[in-house]
């Protein structure tokens, strides 16, 4: 009973400590690209769709927008109210955000983020520990603790983090559904999984999970029995019950739901620079979101899920598939788009992980050689962590460092005139410096000459090979050109020329501080030239 103690002590210390690592990682940098007192900027796409929304609404509640589901701008518009009324705003809490261009309510969306990610952590515990036992519980926990994909996008006021905050809970449930299956767990399964949804779409992949974990829990019994139990039902009940109230709108505005899905699926057709597919699954988004290392152990742990099970991997392994064949199958996502499964995938991991090791051990009949499996497999976990810590703490370093586009910002406000045209290269405006101040104004960029009789005098550019689908390199001609009829008079460049390593980003995906090989840049950003017409 003593070393039982003990031991729970232990691992009550090791989890507090993983969730105040995860908090610190999370927390920190989350002012990276604010809007300030002088200059707008903003340089996360999607946090100013849903931050707008959740500062305005009421009376009106209706989002007017549902290719994003609402349940995230409902959690943000609750914390800037609870937080402003806090600070002594409850009469108008609008006012108090209204400075620096609402600069604090981004803050606030931000750590709102933060801490559901930091969240999900222990809940990922609480889920694994019971079915798998508290080694498995650890490692899958640590394993999103550190996690740089999670980490990244766990700064900012997007729906992606807290949707995995969400599915980690319905994972909760459904492993005590196979395990124990009360009406309770049922239902609130069919919560968590209708609030999951109405976070994030692709989350509804969790009721192929949750139907799994039924039959897993009613495995002696016949098939017809299990399909006509009542217990299905309050998962249906509860998922359609607690979508409606999450994410209201997508029913009550039908009109608006059908316009806006039309829009996604006329915008999702293929072009030459959209990525998507198994391939670019397997090839690219994991290996740069999560590494080798742990990919390897996800898809091991699918397939002894579904082939050596445990209770409770079948329903692991069907979510995951299920949600990996939304993704590849859409012709426009993201990398961020996989942490809806990684609460799952971090569990089948550390099962394979584990069972693996024990196999192994198993094998071995001498003590000595047993300690030594179980040692390099204890030291393969901690140098595939150790590697996410590293890219976490240089990321979160990137951050706070200043942005191409803010530099190069205040260099146009000290030397170009106020409503000065500034010809661009490109129309995308991510990769611009954005200025409301002095009312400058982007236009086409045309032959020199042509510009030269419009009294257009300034060129800009905006580059980054990485990223060349929002900032594309100037083709020869262009630079012909300005170099024979510009005088360059600014140029930075992020990258760090004389590093060995090279900067990961999603192509598809306008945010320019990388996944992986920060070390190779020397700030966020595209490299941004201006040229002075001759």
């Not at 694994?128 to 498995?136: T, W």
Request: a neutral charge.
């Amino acid at each position: 009973m003593l070393r039982f103690k003990q031991m729970s002590r232990g691992i009550l210390a090791a989890l507090v400590c993983l969730t105040l690592a995860a908090g610190w990682l999370r927390l920190e940098s989350t002012s990276f690209g604010l809007p300030t007192e002088d200059v707008d900027h903003l340089f996360r796409p999607d946090e100013d769709i849903l931050i707008p929304r959740a500062l305005h609404f009421g009376p009106d509640w209706n989002p007017h927008m549902e290719y994003y589901p609402a349940a995230q701008m409902y959690v943000q518009s609750a914390g800037l109210r609870i937080y402003a009324g806090w600070m002594g705003h409850w009469d108008d809490f609008r006012s108090m955000y209204a400075p620096h261009n609402n600069a604090e309510a981004y803050i606030v969306g931000r750590r709102i983020t933060a801490l559901m990610g930091t969240a999900t952590v222990p809940v990922i515990y609480f889920a694994a520990a019971p079915a798998f036992g508290p080694a498995v519980a650890l490692i899958s926990a640590a394993a999103v603790a550190f996690a740089p994909s999670h980490v990244r996008d766990s700064k900012f006021a997007v729906n992606d983090v807290p949707a995995a905050f969400w599915t980690a809970l319905c994972i909760l449930m459904l492993l005590r559904i196979v395990h124990r299956g009360s009406r309770l767990d049922y239902l609130l399964a069919g919560v968590f999984c209708g609030v999951a949804f109405a976070t994030r779409y692709t989350a509804a992949a969790l009721l192929l999970g949750l139907f799994t974990a039924h039959l897993e829990s009613r495995c002696r019994d016949p098939l017809h029995k299990s399909l006509v139990d009542s217990k299905v039902l309050l998962v249906v009940l509860g998922f359609a019950m607690a979508a409606i109230v999450a994410s209201p709108y997508i029913v009550f505005d039908w009109s608006q739901t059908i316009h806006d899905f039309k829009f996604q699926w006329g915008q999702s057709f293929p072009t030459p620079t959209n990525q998507y597919g198994w391939s670019w699954l397997l090839l690219r988004a994991m290996p740069d979101c999560f590494g080798p290392v742990f990919e390897g152990l996800v898809i091991g742990g699918i397939i002894w899920g579904l082939f050596r099970p445990k209770p409770g991997t079948v329903s692991l392994a069907v979510f995951v598939i299920a949600e990996l064949t939304a993704i590849s199958t859409a012709y426009r996502v993201y990398y961020r788009y996989l942490l809806v499964a990684l609460p799952a995938m971090a569990i089948l991991g550390a099962v394979f992980g584990c069972q693996l090791t024990s196999r192994f051990c198993s094998l071995v009949r001498k003590t000595t050689y047993r300690a030594l499996v179980l040692s390099l497999s204890i030291l393969s976990l901690g140098l595939m962590l150790l590697s996410f810590l590293i890219r976490d703490v240089e990321f979160n370093k990137l951050l706070r460092r200043e942005d191409t586009r803010s530099l190069a910002g205040k260099w146009i406000e000290a030397n170009v005139s106020p409503g000065t045209q500034i010809a661009v290269t490109n129309q995308d405006q991510y990769g611009k410096p954005q200025l409301l101040v002095g009312n400058y104004n982007w236009v086409p960029m045309e032959n020199l000459a042509s510009l030269q009789r419009k009294h257009i005098y300034w060129v800009l550019s905006d580059s980054l090979d990485q990223l060349r689908a929002y900032s594309p390199a100037l083709s020869k001609s262009e630079e012909e050109q300005l170099s024979t009829h510009a005088t360059l008079v600014y140029d930075i460049d992020p990258l760090r020329h004389d590093s060995t390593t090279v900067p990961i980003f999603d192509e598809g995906d306008a945010f320019y501080a990388p996944f992986g090989g920060v070390s190779a840049m020397e700030r966020p950003g595209p490299r941004i030239r201006i040229w002075r017409l001759k």
